[in-house]
């Protein structure tokens, strides 16, 4: 049977040798304990603020195996840290400053990119942009992308089997992975980075890992799947009447576009207007005019005149039919990237307006209108005044179904008072639609407790059971995702 992780206090003898022997294994420079930790110990949305025994910084998949051996025969317990910009409290410190936090900024080296095989294997630490933009510069598109690229690490994005804005193409993380080397709990080095596309020789470990957010193992590097740049991408910024209205120009762009569509995004207009109202200096297209806008993505491999033609194309039949009232094609690469901007800027323009309850969830396409209008309508029966930040990854089903505090109410207050009977109500209905309370960002210790409630016992069971086999003293990040 699993046990909740237990804490035998340390002296200060035993601690100062436990210092030393991580220091040996990664160098003095690379354990810290003292001074500013706030970059490791506190979440990126300032929610929690952690304690960590240490923050250690090992600078290659041998030092991790070596730092996770240390720990285990101190009995110690490890959080696996990329870039620390996850959502959900999964990868900082609890406060018992009994906890090591690894970080894996420091083991980050692209190791191989294989032209042929169109593979790249890298290591957990690399930074997302990083990655991108060398593939880029080899011919090759690495198609992950999201607001957080530039911090966030590939660790990080398979620890949680991350999403971003090219899913509806590429799929998730887990979807580009084809290999993976991963420290176990017991510091022993599983090295499966072969980069096949068939192998079926036994159980597919890489998905045990793959999401389990450092709960099952250190994952050290990976093995992902390039795609060649394509000659064009185009983009796109369309005004809409209503949600029923995007799920009918995304049935259109797929018929139109086929697999040459790797975006589409959708933006309640509340939530656009907090991108004017904190970012004054970006242009918003059609602004106020309309509830809902969308921005799509056409990627092409024959040439620009081929892609514009198959988007306006797209686009007139879509203003012909009615679900798009108004809309624009981006000229160059600039124009597209600011219309990119708007949509990535939501998050920050709704942490600059205040506290907020989040809810990363994900319905059936055709579903989400009917969910949205039925669940807005409910929260303004509870929450009076409660305004909507309502936007995301439509192309798969997956909605940042947000809540603001009213308007000149103590944001701090109602995200105390509000988030659980909000949460309840929002859940409740995901689960009505046969929806997932997490697309995207995982479940950390912010949705353990609503995992029990929302997973079918019989998965819950299963869940025990791996954790069980690979950690059985649960060490790996303990009290994340399960409730133990």
């Not at 990126?44 to 720990?71: D, I, M, N, Y």
């Not at 396409?365 to 909507?388: C, H």
């Not at 000149?408 to 207050?413: L, Y």
Request: aromatic share 4%; proline share 4%; charged share 20%.
């Amino acid at each position: 049977m699993l046990q909740a992780e237990t804490l035998r206090p340390m002296n200060p003898t035993e601690h100062k040798i436990f210092l030393k022997i991580l220091q040996a294994i990664v160098g003095t420079n690379n354990v810290l304990t003292e001074g500013d930790l706030s970059a490791w110990e506190l979440d990126w949305r300032k929610r929690e603020q952690g304690k960590a025994l240490a923050v250690v910084r090992p600078g290659s998949t041998e030092e991790v195996a070596a730092v996770v051996r240390a720990c285990a025969a101190a009995q110690i317990s490890l959080v696996p840290q990329g870039g620390n910009t996850g959502m959900v409290v999964g990868s900082t410190p609890d406060a018992s400053g009994r906890q090591v936090v690894l970080s894996l900024s420091r083991v980050n080296r692209i190791r191989q990119m294989d032209a042929a095989n169109l593979t790249v294997t890298v290591e957990a630490g690399c930074v997302l942009q990083a990655l991108q933009e060398a593939c880029e510069a080899a011919g090759f598109l690495y198609p992950l992308s999201m607001a957080s690229e530039g911090s966030c690490t590939v660790g990080g994005n398979l620890g949680t089997n991350a999403g971003g804005t090219q899913v509806v193409r590429y799929g998730n993380t887990r979807e580009l992975c084809l290999g993976l080397e991963v420290v176990t709990a017991q510091g022993e080095i599983w090295n499966g980075l072969s980069g096949l596309r068939k192998d079926n020789t036994g159980y597919d470990l890489r998905h045990l890992f793959i999401g389990s957010e450092g709960t099952l193992g250190v994952i050290t590097a990976a093995t992902m799947k390039l795609f060649p740049s394509p000659k064009s991408m185009m983009t796109a910024y369309a005004s809409l009447p209503s949600l029923d209205a995007a799920v009918d120009l995304l049935g259109l762009a797929h018929r139109h576009l086929s697999s040459g569509l790797t975006g589409f995004e959708v933006m309640g207009e509340f939530a656009l207007s907090l991108v004017r109202k904190h970012f004054p200096q970006q242009h918003v297209p059609f602004s106020g005019k309309d509830p809902f806008c969308v921005v799509l993505e056409l990627s092409d491999h024959d040439s620009e005149a081929h892609a514009r033609t198959l988007l306006e194309s797209l686009l007139e039949d879509a203003l012909q039919d009615g679900c798009v009232l108004d809309a624009v094609v981006a000229e160059n690469i600039s124009q597209a990237r600011a219309l990119w901007h708007i949509r990535e800027s939501i998050p920050l323009a709704q942490a600059q307006e205040g506290l907020n309850i989040k809810h990363d969830i994900s319905i059936a396409v055709s579903r989400i209108p009917d969910f949205v209008r039925e669940t807005d309508a409910a929260i303004q029966a509870a929450f009076p005044g409660a305004r909507m930040v309502n936007y995301g990854h439509l192309g798969d089903g997956n909605l940042h179904y947000n809540v603001q505090a009213p308007e000149g109410a103590d944001a701090e207050a109602f995200l105390r008072d509000q988030e659980k009977p909000m949460n309840a109500l929002v859940y409740a209905q995901v689960d009505a639609y046969s929806g997932s309370i997490s697309a995207e960002h995982g479940i950390g210790s912010l949705k353990r407790e609503k995992l029990a409630e929302h997973k079918s016992p019989v998965a819950i069971s299963l869940m025990r059971s791996i954790k069980q086999a690979l950690d059985p003293d649960n060490r790996m990040n303990p009290n994340r995702v399960l409730k133990i």
